[in-house]
């Protein structure tokens, strides 16, 4: 079953702001996690369970869809 773009919307703004430029940084600019990590002046772990637990809860925003 597809999403419509609301539903993708949706999904998109129950990331916090952090999580969302993360998410970017990583896969729309192709950043490393130790790029971004430097860049927000965090360690890289911080920046890797970030994103995962994003890409969790877009996980679970679409199957309750």
């Known amino acids: ?10 999904a998109l703004q129950r990331l916090t702001d952090k999580q969302l430029r993360r998410l970017y940084a990583r896969y729309f600019l192709n950043m490393k996690y130790t790029d971004i ?13 970030s994103i995962q637990s994003a890409l969790s809860r877009l996980e679970k925003s679409i199957k309750k869809s």
């Open 37 to 49: 990590a430097k860049r927000e002046n965090v360690n890289e772990s911080t920046i890797r369970c």
């Open 1 to 10: 079953r597809q999403m419509c773009i609301r539903d993708r919307c949706a």
